[in-house]
């Protein structure tokens, strides 16, 4: 079993900083990729970003030079630092992580989401 706690989420100015963090425990043999997804009201879940074991990254077109994705795989987290927000990053935002629970087993699991609102 492997859970991803996520945390950093909450209500922002337009103009504003977030930075979110999920960390993976459990059951862990080694993480490959791990991303951030978002999802507003009435829309469906859309990729923000990615990160490979590698560090190569993956933006969306809406994020790109705004957003910047981490991680330590260390301490088996990802990161989200969020600038420039704006009240089309209002959204909740979900973690996922593809996980080798042992060897030549991967699955991918889902962070509970983190809301992050922009509003004046």
């Known amino acids: 079993q492997v859970q991803l706690v996520e945390s950093g989420g909450g209500l922002v100015q337009p103009g504003g900083s977030l930075r979110l963090s999920c960390a993976a425990s459990g059951s862990i043999f080694s993480i490959y990729g791990m991303g951030w997804y978002r999802q507003a009201p009435g829309k469906q879940r859309e990729l923000v970003a990615l990160?490979?074991?590698?560090?190569?990254?993956t933006y969306a077109d809406s994020v790109k030079g705004r957003f910047a994705i981490s991680r330590d795989n260390a301490k088996n987290s990802v990161y989200l630092q969020m600038n420039s927000l704006n009240s089309e990053d209002t959204a909740v935002y979900y973690c996922?992580?593809?996980?080798?629970?042992?060897?030549?087993?991967?699955?991918?699991?889902w962070g509970q989401g983190t809301q992050v609102t922009v509003s004046s």
């Open positions: 996922k992580t593809d996980v080798e629970v042992r060897i030549g087993a991967v699955y991918f699991y």
């Open positions: 990160i490979t074991r590698g560090g190569s990254t």
